[in-house]
């Protein structure tokens, strides 16, 4: 399948500094890319959606202020979380959506997620 | 809004078949999915049926869809130790590229 590379793997960093994610698609353009939070042993959280070029659309109750993203070009999309808090702390996930060509439907593919620690 | 339900937990012994169920709610379902996540990892797709399926087959692994009900359920064979992980039901409706997870299945497989 379609592969999906999600930089860093894990991050500690100080309350008040900002964390940026990388999610990059590696064999297909990303038309669309979507950045999920998980808190331990519960589902994933949509935060938002990206389509590349265009502003991001953000989920009921995320501050988009917070969790800047960008999605520069097919792909690469970021994800900055500014001014970290510990309850910022979380597993976030990125998913990127496409063509890639292998008319198996518009299922999205996962990197491997963010383990952010705010300390 | 779209809602997808599964049982949070299922023990089977290794060699056993496993069968994990889940529920949606968006009758306008196109795709219905099947991720597994094993420990401080991303989603890995495992299966997907396209609504207008009731059956799908892929060497250990067999998914049944009953629309009618918005049931779907995973069936893996011959379960191994090395399955146990969380299973997420997941569904992506007409809105778009949305998929709307449940909240996973802890399977653990005892040897």
């Known amino acids: 399948g379609a592969v999906v590379s999600q930089h860093p793997s894990w991050v500690i960093c100080k309350s008040g500094t900002s964390v940026k994610i990388e999610c990059r698609s590696l064999d297909f353009q990303a038309t669309t890319m979507f950045w999920y939070r998980q808190f331990p042993k519960q589902s994933l959280m949509l935060m938002a959606t990206?389509?590349?070029?265009?502003?991001?659309?953000?989920e009921q109750g995320v501050e988009k202020d917070k969790f800047l993203i960008n999605h520069a070009s097919l792909t690469l999309s970021t994800l900055t979380v500014t001014s970290a808090h510990p309850e910022d702390s979380s597993f976030y996930i990125c998913?990127?959506?496409?063509?890639?060509?292998?008319?198996?439907?518009?299922?999205?593919?996962f990197g491997q997620g963010t383990r952010l620690t705010v300390v | 809004g779209e809602d997808v339900e599964q049982s949070l937990f299922l023990s089977v012994r290794e060699g056993d078949s496993s069968v994990i169920n889940c529920t949606y709610t968006d009758s306008s379902s196109t795709y219905l999915y099947w991720y597994k996540q094993e420990p401080g990892a991303g989603l890995q797709l495992l299966t997907y049926?396209?609504?207008?399926?009731d059956m799908k087959q892929d060497q250990r692994l067999t998914v049944l869809l009953n629309k009618k009900d918005k049931h779907l359920s995973l069936r893996i064979a011959d379960t191994q130790t090395g399955d146990s992980a969380i299973y997420f039901c997941?569904?992506?409706?007409?809105?778009?590229?949305?998929?709307?997870f449940g909240a996973g299945t802890r399977l653990f497989v005892k040897a």
């Open positions: 990206s389509n590349e070029g265009s502003k991001a659309t953000y």
């Open positions: 998913s990127a959506s496409g063509n890639i060509g292998q008319g198996e439907g518009t299922e999205a593919f």
């Open positions: 049926i396209f609504s207008n399926m």
């Open positions: 997941a569904e992506k409706g007409t809105g778009g590229f949305k998929t709307i």
